[in-house]
Structures are given as structure tokens and as C-alpha cells.
């Protein structure tokens, strides 16, 4: 597509569930990041796939958090048993080499 | 550790003055990128600069990339409403590969 697609937009759920949220990058991009913010503020770095290399997991804040990408393309990342400080914008970027970011328009969770 | 951090946090300001936010850091960047993000919306990559002491000129936005590649500096002259929004710094670190830092966020407010 012509920009990077979240999905979904808005999400809001129970403590102790499962989440999955999802992100469409831009076709010929080999590198998808994501990244987590709070209320507007600086971004956090969560974890980052280059090409087939093994994604980059530094930035994940507990074992509760997981990504895949399929295929080079489609990322999912995963929050199990949600808690309240989970609340947040996840954002999902891609580039090619050398260049800046394109994001996505975000998926902002609220745990409830 | 924040590795990037910006000033002011928070800047509200009259149609037609001008402002400069800044971006400094201890640690020695290869590039540094500057994004503007607006409510509900990704960060959008306005500039990246890579030379120390290089300036660019984006209209009526000034960005300057320290000597030392440590800091940056965005100047915007006679701000216009359309210039409200959060902007972030961003910059990869020497040696490092694509894996960007964002900075702690200006929140830019321009009455008219």
C-alpha cells in the first residue's frame, strides 16, 4: 500500500487478556519497527526486524511481549495478560536503508 | 537513560513569533532526524541531517546538526498555527545500524 496500516485504530481491553496488534508496511521496505508511547510524550523503542536477521528484542519490556514478522512484510506484535501500564500508542514504522521513517497512524490500547 | 533529551517540553507561543527547540545528547550520533507529530496521527519525518554543522532549510524551518554531532537545533520563523504539534527528535548512533533514539518530545503550541 501506499503508507504503513495499523490495525486495528483503537482497542480497549480487559486486564489479563490477550492482545494482538497489527501492522501492514510499506511494500519494498525491508526494515519494520515498533514502538510504544504514553500521553503524548517521546517514543520507546519496543523491537526492530531487518530483512531475515534476528529481530532486534532489546527494547521489549517483559516476557509478556512477543512480535513476529511473516514473510518480510506483515508484523504482529503480542501482549499477553495485559495490565493497566500497557496503556498506550503502539506505533509501527518501516524504511529502506539509509532512510527515515514512515509510521503508521497507531493503535492506541486502553486496558481497562 | 534518556540519551536524547529536548528543550523546552512545552512551548505556547503568538501567530508570527519565532522559536527554537532544542535536542542534546552526550553520545555522538551518524544522523539525526526531526519528526512532527499531530494528535491521533504518526510521527512525519521533516528532515534528516548527517554532516556535523550541516543546515537545512524546509520553508520557514531551520535545522542545524551540531559539530560535534551531539545536539541539533530546529528554528521556526514566524510561526503559523499549522506548525502545532509535537516535534521529536531522533538519531542513530555511530556504528549502530538503523535502530533510531527518540528524543523526550517539544509540544508546540501556536495561538493565532
Known amino acids: 500500500g501506499a503508507g504503513v496500516s495499523q490495525s486495528p485504530s483503537n482497542k480497549v481491553t480487559e486486564k489479563g487478556k490477550d492482545v494482538e496488534l497489527r501492522c501492514d508496511p510499506i511494500?519494498?521496505?525491508?526494515?519494520l519497527y515498533w514502538y510504544r508511547q504514553s500521553l503524548g510524550q517521546g517514543l520507546e523503542f519496543l523491537i526492530y526486524?531487518?530483512?531475515?536477521?534476528?529481530?532486534?528484542k532489546s527494547g521489549l519490556p517483559s516476557d509478556r511481549f512477543s512480535a513476529e514478522r511473516t514473510g518480510g512484510s506483515v508484523s504482529t506484535l503480542t501482549i499477553q495478560r495485559t495490565q493497566q501500564e500497557d496503556s498506550a500508542v503502539y506505533l509501527c514504522?518501516?524504511?529502506?536503508?539509509?532512510?527515515?521513517?514512515?509510521f503508521g497512524s497507531g493503535t492506541r490500547l486502553t486496558v481497562v | 537513560t534518556q540519551l536524547l533529551e529536548q528543550s523546552p517540553q512545552f512551548l505556547s507561543i503568538q501567530e508570527g513569533e519565532n522559536l527554537t527547540v532544542y535536542c542534546n545528547s552526550s553520545?555522538?550520533?551518524?544522523?539525526l532526524q526531526w519528526y512532527r507529530q499531530e494528535p491521533g496521527e504518526g510521527p512525519v519525518l521533516l528532515v534528516t541531517?548527517?554532516?556535523?554543522?550541516e543546515v537545512k532549510k524546509l520553508k520557514r524551518l531551520t535545522f542545524q546538526f551540531g559539530d560535534a554531532r551531539k545536539d541539533s537545533s530546529l528554528h521556526i520563523t514566524a510561526a503559523q498555527p499549522g506548525d502545532t504539534g509535537l516535534y521529536l527528535c531522533?538519531?542513530?548512533?555511530?556504528?549502530?545500524?538503523?535502530?533510531?533514539?527518540f528524543g523526550t518530545g517539544t509540544k508546540l503550541q501556536v495561538i493565532p
Open positions: 514504522a518501516s524504511n529502506k536503508q539509509g532512510s527515515g521513517y514512515t
Open positions: 511494500s519494498g521496505h525491508t526494515a
Open positions: 541531517v548527517v554532516t556535523g554543522g
Open positions: 531522533a538519531g542513530a548512533l555511530r556504528g549502530g545500524y538503523q535502530k533510531v533514539t
Open positions: 553520545s555522538v550520533f551518524s544522523s
Open positions: 526486524f531487518q530483512g531475515n536477521s534476528a529481530p532486534d
